[in-house]
C-alpha cells in the first residue's frame, strides 16, 4: 500500500495549525443545542512537546506496552525569565533583601531584648530608690560648715537652679533630651556612622534618661545585657515620669567625683557655694565632668578642664542657650587653674558631728536634715588660722607637723574645734580620736586629789630624789629645787612632788578625781598616772579643766544643739544637762589659785590675755612626742597640742610654742567682752549659765606640812 505525507501532515504544519484548533474549539464551551463530543484534552505547556488531537487520529488506538503517553507523568520545568536586568529590578531585590535581613535581624533583637528584660524583676515592683539623706552642718549662726551622708551634698529642687544650669548638662550630654521617648535613635545612628568612618568607637550615645536608669538600678559593667536593661529601665522612666523631674533626678543623683553625689554637692565640695548660686562658668564645668567625673572634676588637669568647658560653652551657643558672646565670656583664661574651695578645718568638726548622728536620731534617716552646731564659725577660722600658722612658722624648727585644738564654753559648749592643720590631707582628727600621754597637764587631777584630802597650797614639801618601791622620778630639768609649797611645785611642775603626793592619796583617788572631772579614757591606778603617761584626748582633757572655771560643776563637751529634717521637723533639741557639781567650791578656789600662779610664775609663764586673770597647765610628754597647754579663764576653756602622728619625739615643751598659740586664741576670742575674775579668787564662784554665786564659808583645816607628808610615806600610809 502507498503511503505519502504531505507536508500538512507534519507536527507544526497546517494541518498541525488546524489540529490546534480544534484542541482550542474542543475545550471552548458547545454551541447551543449541540452536544460536546467527548474525548481527553492534555495541557498546553509547549508548542513543541505538548500533545494534540487531530481529526485524523480519531478512532485510532494507543501504542501496546508499558510506554505510557509522552506527556503524562512528565516533571513541569520553570519557564525561564529571559527579560532583561534594570537597575529598577536590582533596587526591588536589594530592598527585598534588607527586608528580610529586618525582619530576622528584629526577631533577633526582639529575643535578646526579652532575654535581658525577663531578667529585671517585674515591672510592677520598679521604683527609684531612695536617695541617701544628707546631713547638712551648720555653725551657730546658720553657716554652713559642710555636708555629711553617702550623698554629701542635699537635694536641690530644679526650679531653684538657674536656667543655665541644667541647659549646660542638657547641652552636651543629650541635645535632644526633650524630644526623645528615652533612647535617641538619631543619635545612634550618628555614632553608628561616626564610628564607621574612624574605624572604632568615637563615642557614647547614651541619652541622660540612660544615665539615670544605669545610676539608679545597674552596675557600670559594659556589657549587653547590662545596655539592655539600661534602655528598658529608661522607657520605663519616661513612661513613669515627666522630663523635669527625669532632669531633677539626674542632677540630684549623678556622681560627680570626690565622693559628691548631685549638684548641691559638687557646687560645695568644689565652689564653695549652693547649685543655686553657681555661675555659667561653672555650671559648663560640672556638666563637662560627666564624660568622665573622676578625672574632669574641676580639681583634675586644668587644661582637660578647661577643654571640656570650652566644648560645653559651644554646645550651649549652638543650641541656643546662651549667646556666643555670653560662651566666650564664660570661658576660663588658660593660662589660670580652676579655682575650687580649700576644705578647711571645719570639716573635722563635721566629721565628728556625723559620728554623734547615730546616738541622737538613729541610724535610719529617711530624708535629709540639718543640724545645728555650737561653733562660732569666725573663732572656729582663728583657731585654725593660729594653729596653721605656728606649724608653718615652728615646725621645722621644733620638729613638729600636726596640731590641734579645743576651744569651749565653761558650760563645754564646743566654739572651736581643729583637728589637724591640713584637713584634704589627713581626715585624722588629732583633737577627738587620738590619744596622747598628756604629761605633767594630767597633773591638777593630782593635786585636786590632795587637796581634798587635807593639804592646801601652802604645804610645804621637798623637790629631792625618791624612790617609790623602786621608781625613781626625776625632774624634766635634771634638777632639784629643794622645799617649795604644793602652789609652787605645780607652777614648776616637779615630778618629784607630784609623785610623792600621788603616792600619798594614793593612785585610785587621781583615777576618781579625773574620771569625776570629766576623762572617760580608761586610767590604770599606778604611780606613774602622777605624770600623766596614761593617754587621754584632747577634748575630754579640756573639758576635764572647765569645772575649775566654772566654779565645780562637771560639763560634758557638747557640740550639738538640734537636729530637724528639711521640712522642719525636730528629731532633737538639745536641753542643759551634765554631772552636776564635782568639785566643792573650796577646792575650786584652791586649785585656782595654784594653776593661776603657774601661768604667773611658772611654766606657762608666756600666756599673755590682755588683763583677764586666766590660769592653766604645760605639760610635755616622754621624749617631748606631744607639748601641750590647756588654759582657762572665767569665760572660756582651750586646749593646744603639738606633735607627730608618728612616735618621733619632738623639741618642744608645753611652755613655748603651745603657750603662744592659746594666747592668740584667747586674744581674739576674749575681744569685747567684760573682764572676770577666776572662780574663787573674789569669793565668788561661775556658773555654767555665766553667773556667779557666793562661796560657802570654807571651814578651818589643818594645815598638813612636809613632815606631815614624809610621816605617811614612811608610815606606808597613802589611801
Same mark, same amino acid.
Given at each position: 500500500?502507498?503511503?505519502?505525507?504531505? =507536508?500538512?501532515?507534519?507536527?507544526?504544519?497546517?494541518?498541525?495549525?488546524?489540529?490546534?484548533?480544534?484542541?482550542?474549539?474542543?475545550? !471552548? &464551551? *458547545? $454551541?447551543?443545542?449541540?452536544? !460536546?463530543?467527548?474525548?481527553?484534552?492534555? *495541557? !498546553? #505547556?509547549?508548542? !513543541?512537546?505538548? =500533545?494534540?488531537?487531530? $481529526?485524523?487520529?480519531?478512532?485510532?488506538? /494507543? *501504542? /501496546?506496552? &508499558? $510506554?505510557? *503517553? &509522552?506527556?503524562?507523568?512528565?516533571?513541569?520545568?520553570?519557564?525561564?525569565?529571559? /527579560?532583561? #536586568?534594570? #537597575?529598577?529590578?536590582?533596587i526591588v531585590w536589594i530592598v527585598s533583601l534588607f527586608a528580610v535581613l529586618a525582619l530576622w535581624g528584629a526577631v533577633i533583637v526582639g529575643g535578646i531584648v526579652a532575654f535581658y528584660a525577663l531578667q529585671l524583676p517585674s515591672a510592677e515592683s520598679w521604683k527609684v530608690p531612695d536617695r541617701a539623706a544628707n546631713i547638712r552642718v551648720v555653725a551657730a549662726d546658720g553657716q554652713l560648715i559642710s555636708n555629711r551622708g553617702k550623698s554629701g551634698g542635699e537635694a536641690i529642687s530644679l526650679h531653684e537652679l538657674p536656667y543655665y544650669v541644667p541647659a549646660a548638662f542638657i547641652a552636651i550630654e543629650d541635645r535632644r533630651f526633650k524630644e526623645h521617648f528615652g533612647i535617641d535613635l538619631i543619635g545612634l545612628a550618628s555614632v553608628a556612622l561616626e564610628s564607621i568612618r574612624a574605624g572604632e568607637v568615637t563615642r557614647g550615645a547614651s541619652t541622660i534618661t540612660q544615665q539615670l536608669a544605669k545610676n539608679l538600678f545597674l552596675t557600670p559593667d559594659q556589657t549587653l545585657g547590662r545596655k539592655v536593661q539600661e534602655a528598658v529601665l529608661a522607657l520605663w522612666l519616661e513612661r513613669t515620669y515627666t522630663k523635669d523631674e527625669i532632669l531633677e533626678l539626674y542632677l540630684n543623683r549623678m556622681f560627680f567625683g570626690f565622693e559628691s553625689y548631685g549638684i548641691e554637692a559638687a557646687a560645695q565640695r568644689y565652689f564653695g557655694k549652693s547649685a543655686r548660686n553657681l555661675s555659667l562658668s561653672e555650671a559648663a564645668i560640672l556638666a563637662g565632668s560627666m564624660q568622665a567625673p573622676s578625672r574632669l572634676n574641676p580639681k583634675g588637669d586644668p587644661r582637660l578642664v578647661q577643654a571640656r568647658q570650652a566644648l560645653v560653652l559651644k554646645a550651649m551657643a549652638r543650641d541656643g542657650y546662651i549667646s556666643s558672646a555670653e560662651a566666650k565670656a564664660a570661658a576660663i583664661d588658660p593660662t589660670q587653674t580652676v579655682r575650687t574651695k580649700v576644705i578647711g578645718s571645719e570639716s573635722y568638726v563635721a566629721d565628728w558631728v556625723e559620728s554623734l548622728m547615730s546616738a541622737y536620731v538613729g541610724d535610719d534617716l529617711k530624708e535629709d536634715v540639718i543640724v545645728h552646731t555650737t561653733i562660732n564659725w569666725d573663732l572656729q577660722k582663728q583657731a585654725e588660722f593660729v594653729v596653721k600658722e605656728a606649724v608653718t612658722t615652728y615646725g621645722a624648727q621644733y620638729g613638729f607637723t600636726q596640731g590641734a585644738m579645743v576651744a569651749m564654753d565653761v558650760d563645754g559648749t564646743i566654739r572651736a574645734l581643729v583637728g589637724g592643720v591640713d584637713y584634704q590631707q589627713s581626715q585624722f582628727n588629732r583633737a577627738v580620736t587620738a590619744r596622747r600621754q598628756p604629761g605633767s597637764a594630767f597633773k591638777p587631777f593630782v593635786y585636786l586629789a590632795g587637796m581634798e584630802k587635807g593639804y592646801t597650797p601652802d604645804t610645804v614639801a621637798e623637790d629631792a630624789p625618791i624612790d617609790l618601791n623602786g621608781w625613781q622620778p626625776e625632774n624634766a630639768d635634771g634638777k632639784f629645787m629643794g622645799k617649795l609649797t604644793l602652789r609652787q611645785a605645780l607652777a614648776f611642775s616637779r615630778n618629784t612632788i607630784a609623785a610623792i603626793l600621788a603616792n600619798d592619796v594614793g593612785p585610785e583617788r587621781v583615777v576618781e578625781a579625773a574620771t569625776r572631772l570629766g576623762i572617760s579614757s580608761p586610767l590604770m591606778a599606778v604611780p606613774s598616772i602622777a605624770l600623766g603617761t596614761q593617754e587621754v584626748s584632747l577634748l575630754e582633757l579640756t573639758g576635764a579643766y572647765a569645772p575649775f572655771a566654772n566654779g565645780g560643776m562637771g560639763v560634758i563637751p557638747s557640740v550639738i544643739t538640734r537636729i530637724e529634717t528639711a521640712s522642719g521637723k525636730v528629731l532633737f533639741d538639745a536641753i542643759p544637762a551634765g554631772p552636776g557639781r564635782v568639785i566643792e567650791p573650796r577646792y575650786v578656789a584652791e586649785m585656782n589659785?595654784? #594653776?593661776?600662779? $603657774?601661768?604667773?610664775?611658772g611654766t606657762g609663764k608666756r600666756a599673755v590675755l590682755n588683763g583677764w586673770p586666766m590660769a592653766g597647765k604645760t605639760g610635755t610628754s616622754q621624749k617631748a612626742r606631744d607639748a601641750l597647754f590647756v588654759g582657762y579663764t572665767a569665760r572660756m576653756v582651750a586646749g593646744v597640742w603639738l606633735g607627730n602622728d608618728e612616735d618621733v619625739g619632738t623639741k618642744l615643751v608645753g611652755g613655748t610654742v603651745p603657750v603662744e598659740i592659746w594666747s592668740q586664741f584667747m586674744t581674739k576670742a576674749h575681744e569685747g567682752v567684760p573682764v572676770a575674775d577666776l572662780p574663787g579668787v573674789t569669793g565668788q564662784a561661775m556658773l555654767p549659765n555665766g553667773t556667779l554665786e557666793p562661796l560657802a564659808p570654807e571651814p578651818e583645816k589643818p594645815k598638813r606640812t612636809l613632815v606631815d607628808l614624809l610621816n605617811d610615806i614612811f608610815k606606808g600610809g597613802g589611801n
Open positions: 500500500m502507498d503511503f505519502r505525507i504531505s =507536508p500538512d501532515d507534519r507536527v507544526g504544519g497546517a494541518r498541525g495549525k488546524r489540529g490546534r484548533k480544534a484542541t482550542a474549539k474542543a475545550t !471552548a &464551551k *458547545p $454551541a447551543r443545542g449541540k452536544k !460536546a463530543k467527548a474525548g481527553k484534552v492534555e *495541557p !498546553a #505547556l509547549d508548542d !513543541a512537546d505538548t =500533545p494534540h488531537i487531530d $481529526a485524523s487520529d480519531k478512532g485510532r488506538s /494507543r *501504542p /501496546r506496552g &508499558k $510506554a505510557k *503517553p &509522552k506527556a503524562r507523568g512528565k516533571a513541569i520545568r520553570r519557564v525561564r525569565d529571559t /527579560r532583561p #536586568l534594570t #537597575l529598577g529590578r536590582v589659785d595654784m #594653776l593661776h600662779a $603657774a601661768v604667773e610664775i
